[in-house]
């Protein structure tokens, strides 16, 4: 097996899993879907063209990829629900977590999160 054969199979495991990820999401309230799908498409695109074009065949990647790569951003209400939720995991780590450089990292990361989807993802009606 090449290393060109490795990349492709694991860029197509990633793109599974996180597709699977992504329709959990869409099911549970709890957890956004929507980055998973862009995840997948990526993986996808990565993997195979076989696998890519199957992929934006499917009724998720019009509803959700095409949807968010079209308009170019998201609304008001879905950057503060993909925040929310997305900082309730990361409260709840730190709380469970007793590492202080994982602490650190954390609210790094939850900074950093929030300037992304502040300044970088444009907010649309």
């Given at each position: 097996m090449t290393i060109k054969h490795i990349k492709n199979l694991v860029f197509a495991i990633l793109g599974i899993l996180s597709l699977g990820v992504g329709i959990a999401g869409t099911i549970l309230p709890v957890?956004?879907?929507?980055p998973f799908y862009l995840f997948a498409a990526f993986c996808f695109s990565?993997?195979?063209?076989?696998?890519?074009?199957w992929f934006k065949s499917?009724?998720?990647?019009?509803?959700?990829?095409l949807a968010f790569l079209q308009k170019k951003g998201l609304t008001k209400r879905e950057k503060i629900?993909?925040?929310?939720?997305?900082d309730s995991f990361i409260i709840a780590s730190f709380i469970m977590v007793d590492i202080m450089i994982?602490?650190?990292?954390?609210?790094?990361?939850?900074?950093?999160?929030h300037y992304y989807f502040i300044y970088k993802i444009e907010t649309i009606e």
């Open positions: 957890l956004p879907g929507g990565k993997s195979s063209k076989r696998i890519e074009n499917t009724k998720v990647y019009q509803k959700y990829v629900r993909i925040n929310i939720i997305a994982a602490r650190i990292f954390m609210v790094v990361l939850a900074l950093y999160k």
